[in-house]
């Protein structure tokens, strides 16, 4: 095959437990790093990759997206290329799936929505097999409690009170979709889907959430914490092993 130019959308997933976030860091390995060391050993071409979402350091991925441009000469089939590139990755991150996209696809400005899932271990004490996976909270949590007040969150919001420090996004302004909190045996899983979300957000809001079930917050309060923009008056950050990014929605 000839020189070409190829855009491809990879579907990803990965254990975030041994790297330090998606993004490309100095201070360890990257998801996002561990994938180029694949694709150099895998392609004899030049390329390029975008991800869609910044997962931060300790959070999975079953629906990562990145967009991979390649320029160059004898690509491997796109049907071979996840048997392929997988064959050399490490055993905790895997592509799902590639497809070719049009020239001007872009895997963060053509996102229509995201899904993300945060679980809980609700549970006297804490599973091992559950420590990376999930954040551990004895306290017995009220679920009726806590879906009264995941209501409070779905529509459009100045979600600044849900923000962490350190972020510099123009506008705090985001919409939410869904939010639903469901508990099966000792696991409580808050799925949410937004048109996108604040640095940290769904940390915070599951802390604030997982408040609400100790009944530190009450449910009727969440539009009042939401009104205030008040970093201070929502919940603690959770841990980012409880978070999955789920799934990434295109037009």
């Known amino acids: 095959m000839g020189y070409l130019v190829m855009g491809i959308l990879l579907t990803i997933a990965y254990d975030g437990t041994n790297y330090c976030g998606w993004q490309m860091q100095k201070n360890g390995l990257s998801v996002h790093g561990a994938l180029e060391i694949a694709l150099q050993k895998i392609f004899n071409c030049n390329f390029s990759m975008l991800g869609a979402s910044r997962t931060d350091a300790g959070v999975h991925a079953l629906g990562q997206q990145a967009h991979l441009m390649l320029e160059g000469t004898n690509p491997i089939p796109l049907d071979k290329l996840p048997l392929a590139v997988n064959s050399v990755l490490p055993p905790d991150i895997r592509i799902m799936a590639a497809k070719q996209v049009s ?4 895997p963060i400005n053509d996102a229509k929505s995201k899904t993300y899932s945060y679980r809980i271990y609700n549970d006297r004490y804490q599973n091992p097999l559950m420590r990376q996976y999930s954040a551990f909270v004895p306290t017995t949590l009220d679920m009726e409690k806590m879906a009264q007040a ?5 529509g459009e919001h100045d979600f600044a009170a849900f923000c962490a420090s350190g972020s510099s996004v123009k506008s705090t302004i985001r919409t939410i979709y869904n939010l639903n909190v469901t508990k099966q045996n000792n696991i409580i899983e808050i799925t949410v889907n937004g048109n996108g979300f604040l640095y940290n957000m769904v940390r915070i809001i599951a802390g604030t959430l997982t408040d609400v079930g100790c009944g530190k917050i009450i449910p009727d309060e969440i539009p009042y914490i939401i009104a205030s923009a008040d970093r201070v008056r929502a ?3 959770m841990p980012p092993q409880g978070l999955t990014l789920v799934k990434i929605f295109y037009l």
Not at 103 to 106: C, P
Not at 150 to 154: D, H, L, S
């Open 150 to 154: 995941a209501g409070f969150f779905i």
């Open 235 to 237: 919940g603690k950050t």
């Open 103 to 106: 020239d001007s696809f872009h």
